[in-house]
């Protein structure tokens, strides 16, 4: 790889500067602030899947102890331009108008319809019990399928149900499914869940009217792109509205969406003149963050007799609640499940048809590894059958199919371009890790004393860095292009700006590691600071595994070009030709001795405070900012590849994860230990889709379990150890040579989980093909009950 | 989620709590260690005009082993009676079931009087209290009385416990030698409530068993001994036949209600699974 020059830190475990803050408890999160004059907004949320308002009466809330005011839609709409979000490459997509309070009907249970704004929370919840609303339930429609039959219409100014649809097919798929020695066919469900952060959604807008300015501290995974929507939707210059995030306490892709209630406080902030604070509860978290994955998809692979996968065809629908998120929309997870199904292998032929659907319950929207656990899930899947049924290894299967690592550049059936993938080199080196073939023996043993062990395998290819293609050409104003400025103090100090944004996961720690190798300082050097639209070079913060490939890129280059600058001025204060010169270890050094010319506190109190001692024409500058867009792929794609031992318990139908693996190739590895937890991480999220998470919705679209006892988000205890692998392959597409990490865990860990309980089923001829897979379920597929 | 707004008081001695029940009846409620009470007052599910902190009544918290009796505080914790030495070594039952109770910071503050008040049907205490032949003591200020943890268990959150009355005690006599006790419960997370659970005893000497009592916790609307399939095992014994009779017994005993993740199919199942499990550990 084109390592900087002196890799002293990138590649190492360097411990994070943040988390000892953190830890002892000196993080500021959006509701630490203290603010003269704040107030608290609480919603009066829609208690029915699907009614017009009648009548809202807010005249006894308004009335009560500590109320400033109590507002409906219409008030409101007159402080916030409402929304539409599609894109425009995804052609066809449509989703009516959505407003920050809703006017006259909800559309989903938990749908905000008035605002209570009070001194204190407690006081504002008190007001919303005094809240009259008459209702006239409508019809909903909560079943995709019968959203996509269309017998009832939920928005009056369409004629059906469908946001978006696309179909894709190569030319011979019926061929290839007409010369098929074995075709096989499943269908998948995949329940709703959401990604529950530690620190719900959080905000607080603080307007200005004597400078017309916003300040707003939010949660949230992309200052700019709010900046941007704060600005045209209130009406405000962009240049007056200031984004600022803190410590944000995980987001998982929940917190890079506009959310409705959001708009409105920061309209409440405005309308009001003062600082207006929400704070999302749990209950609220449930009802109103975005959900995701609610898919049901009909898979057919054709393959050979002697093990050649020829052919996917695959049918998906999607229900994403009553409006498309904006502003990058809900048609999104569905694209991916499109653009990746079948992804890590070599057959050429390709059909699938997509409907994305409009429903009575919470909206959906991107969600970590967006897509890529159903894609992956529903691939490993039907692939682990259709080993079974030709009574082929799932290894072996798996082998024959593979992309090989030296085919590339590849472009996938879909369409994909792949830069630079090492399928074959995972595989071989997970199957060595986890042991494979002793594993199967120790199988086949343990069967014969009615222990029932399961290996599941999954191969997965992961979208990462994304350039402009996966949103600006579709006219969203969402950057794919970040910017780092790097400069240097005069203690001989690097303060790193970047625009990429830190979740908790670890991100500034490793622009202090890049920063410092490619300026030459110790780590203990750099300062990081993100989050701050009034600050940082412009960017798009944190989705879609960007933060190190893309904004560590920013970093390395600026860094590179603040050691030049360095370095400009020590040939000038040691009269020395700069390219006698380097700076190592917060010195100029003699590069032919290695001697130390000028320590770097030495050369900074010359440049900023004795300029006069330097030549007339010489200028230093010792503040730095680069940006960096990815272009050339689409997205720098990425894989790995995951394995899950569980055993099933036959009588009571409860799994036990027994141990995980995961060899996954995210190029250069920055700091080993934070991606290691970044997979970790991912895998319990996986798991938890696959075992235990679900959004229950009643028939009538009523959210059954909203607290945190009844949704189940996987635990410590239940959580197997976790064996994590790299191979290495950087992209050439930057310096640093660093693709994704973040979501590469959540991607896998579905598909091999159910592959793991469906080898364990194996004997009894049992198969389970809905997540999540409860005790409930796998007893069903069992016969006992 | 914040509670809706009420009157607090806490108490600085048993008087004070009747005094003040006395005077507010349905409307107070009693405030103990909190780990049911705060949720559903900040999800305003309860809104009680005034709390009434026992919490620092500590003469009410503890185990005392008298007269072959182990009595137990209303206010002692539930890491507490894990930690009771004299309760591993008289009742062990209970030092089982403590580690399926929640989670360790759950258990620090959380009591077994409020769990028995309380009354949730899946939780773990009422259904050991049935099993151990717990007595139940009720204060007043009229006076005390006790209740037989059989009978004290009415319905669905619902007990014995009168509007003026509060808990002070559980008093459980030891078994005598030859009693073997287990606890099983089968719930998807560790700590979580569980889908269904058994406790049970039984004394066995060689081969055969007697005194035997099956309660389960989660299969009901409140702890159910399984009357006639305990007496099934103790005139058959522990056989492959019995048990299967015995299975089909239970499930005209039990009347489990569907939860959000198992329909009432699957809890008999669980239930009859979990019946095979606790005799085959009774009988060990």
């Known amino acids: ?785 | 989620m914040k509670a809706p707004p009420f009157a607090y008081a806490r108490a600085r001695n048993l008087a004070e709590v009747f005094e003040l029940l006395e005077r507010h009846g349905d409307n107070a409620k009693i405030l103990a260690g909190g780990q049911s009470l705060m949720p559903a007052l900040n999800m305003r599910l309860s809104s009680p005009e005034l709390l009434i902190d026992i919490s620092r009544l500590q003469e009410h918290a503890g185990v005392q082993v008298k007269d072959g009796h182990v009595h137990i505080g209303a206010l002692t914790t539930h890491a507490a009676i894990g930690e009771s030495a004299d309760l591993r070594k008289h009742l062990p039952l209970l030092a089982d079931a403590v580690e399926h109770i929640a989670h360790p910071a759950i258990r620090n503050c959380g009591t077994f009087g409020g769990s028995l008040a309380m009354a949730d049907p899946a939780a773990e205490w009422p259904a050991c209290c049935v099993v151990l032949d717990a007595q139940i003591m009720l204060a007043s200020k009229s006076g005390t009385r006790r209740v037989a943890a059989q009978d004290f268990f009415q319905g669905l959150y619902a007990t014995a416990l009168q509007p003026n009355e509060v808990i002070t005690e559980v008093v459980i006599p030891i078994p005598g030698a030859g009693y073997r006790h287990a606890f099983l419960e089968l719930a998807r997370r560790r700590g979580d409530y569980a889908i269904v659970g058994v406790a049970a005893m039984a004394k066995i000497s060689g081969t055969s068993i007697s005194d035997l009592r099956l309660v389960y916790l989660g299969a009901s609307e409140k702890p159910v001994p399984a009357l006639e399939t305990s007496q099934l095992f103790v005139l058959k014994g522990f056989s492959e036949s019995a048990l299967k009779e015995a299975q089909q017994t239970l499930a005209g005993e039990l009347d489990p209600a569907a939860d959000l993740y198992s329909s009432v199919a699957t809890k008999l199942h669980l239930a009859q699974v979990l019946t095979a499990r606790v005799m085959k550990q009774l009988a060990a």
């Not at chain 1, 329940?191 to 707003?216: C, F, M, P, S, W």
């Not at chain 1, 399928?423 to 343990?446: A, F, G, P």
């Not at chain 1, 490793?510 to 070079?537: E, M």
């Not at chain 1, 141990?659 to 590895?669: A, M, P, R």
């Open chain 1, 1 to 785: 790889m084109n390592a900087p020059a002196f890799a002293n830190y990138v590649g190492q475990s360097i411990p994070r500067a943040n988390a000892r803050r953190l830890l002892q408890g000196r993080g500021t999160y959006t509701d630490d602030l203290r603010v003269a004059r704040l107030v608290h907004v609480v919603f009066f949320r829609s208690p029915h899947a699907h009614a017009r308002i009648v009548k809202l009466d807010l005249a006894q809330a308004r009335a009560m102890p500590g109320v400033i005011a109590a507002i409906d839609g219409v008030t409101l709409a007159k402080f916030c331009k409402p929304w539409v979000a599609v894109l425009g490459h995804l052609k066809g997509i449509k989703s009516p108008t959505q407003h920050a309070i809703a006017i006259d009907r909800a559309c989903w249970q938990g749908e905000a319809v008035a605002a209570i704004v009070a001194q204190t929370r407690a006081q504002a919840e008190d007001a919303l019990e005094k809240i009259e609303c008459e209702w006239q339930p409508l019809p909903a429609v909560t079943d995709m399928e019968a959203s996509l039959a269309g017998t009832q219409v939920i928005h009056p100014e369409f004629s059906d149900n469908i946001c978006f649809s696309r179909e894709l097919a190569t030319d011979g798929v019926d061929a290839a499914f007409a010369k098929a020695d074995l075709v096989v066919e499943e269908t998948y469900d995949f329940g709703r869940h959401t990604g529950v952060t530690l620190e719900g959604r959080a905000l607080l807008a603080d307007y200005n009217a004597a400078e017309n300015t916003l300040t707003v501290h939010q949660s949230t995974q992309a200052p700019h792109m709010m900046q941007d929507i704060f600005s045209r939707h209130l009406d405000i210059p962009e240049g007056n509205v200031r984004v600022i995030a803190r410590d944000v306490g995980g987001s998982f892709g929940i917190k890079v969406h506009v959310y409705a209630d959001e708009m409105a406080t920061a309209a409440l902030a405005v309308m009001l003149r003062r600082p207006v604070k929400f704070i999302a509860d749990r209950l609220e978290s449930f009802l109103t963050d975005i959900h995701a994955r609610e898919h049901k998809i009909k898979l057919r692979m054709a393959c050979t007799k002697a093990g050649e996968i020829l052919a996917f065809d695959l049918d998906d629908l999607t229900g994403i609640g009553p409006y498309s998120v904006y502003p990058r929309t809900s048609g999104i997870e569905g694209n991916q499940v499109v653009n990746l199904t079948g992804g890590p292998y070599k057959h050429q032929q390709y059909r699938a048809k997509l409907n994305v659907v409009f429903t009575n319950k919470n909206l959906t929207c991107q969600y970590r590894a967006v897509g890529h656990p159903i894609a992956v899930a529903i691939t490993e899947a039907i692939v682990d059958l259709a080993a079974n049924k030709l009574g082929l290894d799932p290894a072996e299967f798996r082998k024959r199919n593979l992309v090989p690592d030296d085919a590339y550049p590849y472009t996938s059936a879909p369409g994909m371009k792949m830069e630079k993938l090492s399928h074959q080199q995972c595989m071989d080196k997970l199957l060595i890790l986890m042991n494979y073939s002793v594993l199967r023996t120790e199988q086949i043993e343990l069967r014969k004393r009615g222990v029932y062990r399961g290996i599941g395998i999954a191969a997965m290819i992961e979208v990462t860095n994304p350039s402009p293609a996966f949103y600006g050409v579709g006219g969203a104003r969402i950057s794919s292009q970040d910017g780092a400025t790097l400069r240097l103090e005069p203690t001989g100090m690097v303060t790193c700006l970047v625009s990429v944004t830190e979740q908790g996961q670890g991100t500034e720690a490793i622009f202090a590691q890049i920063a410092a190798d490619a300026v030459g300082v110790s780590v203990d050097r750099v300062r990081v600071i993100t989050g701050d639209t009034g600050i940082t070079p412009y960017g798009g913060g944190t989705w879609a595994s960007r933060g190190a490939g893309i904004g560590g890129e920013a970093v390395l280059q600026s860094g590179k070009v603040l050691r030049a600058n360095i370095l400009d001025v020590a040939g000038v204060i040691l009269q020395a030709s700069r390219e006698m010169l380097d700076v190592r270890d917060n010195h100029v050094i003699d590069v032919r001795t290695g001697n130390v010319k000028l320590s770097l506190t030495e050369l900074g109190r010359i440049a900023y405070f004795r300029p006069d001692t330097l030549p007339l024409d010489f200028q230093s500058e010792l503040m730095v900012t680069r940006h960096y867009t990815p272009r050339g792929y689409g997205f720098a794609f990425t894989n790995g590849i995951q394995a899950s031992l569980i055993e099933v318990d036959i009588d009571t139908g409860f799994v036990k994860l027994l141990k995980h693996w995961c060899v996954e190739d995210c190029g250069t590895v920055i700091n080993p230990q934070l991606v290691d937890e970044q997979i970790r991480g991912g895998i319990v999220q996986g798991i938890g889709g696959a075992m235990t998470e679900h959004c229950l919705y009643s028939g009538d679209g009523q959210l059954q379990n909203g607290t945190l006892a009844d949704y189940l988000v996987p635990m410590a205890a239940e959580m197997p150890d976790m064996i994590i692998d790299h191979v290495i392959t950087p992209t050439k597409t930057s310096e640093l040579g660093a693709k994704g990490a973040g979501e590469a865990g959540t991607a896998g860990a579905p598909g091999a989980i159910m592959n793991a309980i469906n080898d364990a089923l194996l004997p009894f001829n049992a198969r389970v093909t809905a997540q999540p897979f409860t005790p409930e379920r796998i007893l069903g597929a069992l016969g006992k009950i």
